[in-house]
């Protein structure tokens, strides 16, 4: 797009011309601290925006890489229980609820992503959802086994918490519920196998790798036994 051509009133002008900018900042950035929005692909609120906070690590998932796992997982979640584990700005859980999801818990560590996805809720009345602040993997463990539906896993990249997370959500995950494993590294058959797991569905986007597994057959069961 070309850059408009400033005359000669718009030089005299400056300050108007510095101001004009700032108006136009989207409303996650004008809240402090903001990064930008992401959008809800699909379901009851299509098409609503999702703001960004700007923190360390943070990495919203491309609305790609959602469109592709919903796609995966059937555009109807009617009646499935689902965790995100590391909620960020929520959108991973919040695609669930929109489709249907009977449950959808948020969990987030940081305070103040929490309260946002909080405020998140009560914007949109989103009464099967519970935002939970802690530690992902505790809440994962804290679980019931064999109650998840879908277990949503998507922690920074730069921490340790990959395994962990793996194998308490395998303990979670119900007979025929999903896992989705966000990661910087494709997961292999001899990782997941001990957990009674396979792959279902693997996507490279750009950096990351993203995974939908599932209970191989008497996998979990067997590997919980051993």
Not at 61 to 69: G, H, I, M, Y
Request: glycine content about 10%; some cysteine.
């Amino acid at each position: 797009m070309k850059a408009p051509r400033r005359n000669a009133a718009a030089a005299a002008k400056p300050a108007k011309a510095a101001a004009a900018p700032a108006a136009r900042k989207s409303p996650a950035a004008r809240a402090g601290g903001g990064a930008g929005e992401i959008r809800i692909i699909g379901g009851l609120w299509k098409r609503t925006r999702l703001p960004v906070a700007d923190r360390p690590g943070l990495r919203p998932t491309p609305d790609r890489v959602r469109e592709t796992l919903f796609n995966w997982l059937g555009q109807d979640l009617t009646g499935w229980r689902c965790i995100d584990a590391f909620a960020g700005t929520g959108a991973l859980g919040l695609e669930a609820a929109s489709r249907g999801a009977a449950q959808v818990v948020l969990v987030e560590q940081d305070a103040g992503l929490a309260a946002q996805l909080e405020t998140l809720r009560e914007r949109l009345g989103a009464q099967a959802v519970r935002v939970q602040r802690g530690d992902g993997v505790a809440a994962l463990r804290a679980l019931t086994p064999g109650s998840q539906h879908l277990v949503l896993i998507d922690p920074p990249f730069a921490g340790d918490l990959f395994a962990p997370a793996l194998a308490a959500a395998a303990r979670a995950l119900a007979p025929d519920g999903f896992i989705y494993l966000e990661a910087p590294a494709a997961c292999t058959a001899e990782a997941i196998a001990p957990l009674g797991l396979e792959l279902h569905r693997h996507l490279k986007a750009g950096a990351v790798h993203a995974h939908l597994l599932r209970a191989a057959p008497g996998g979990i069961a067997a590997a919980a036994a051993d």
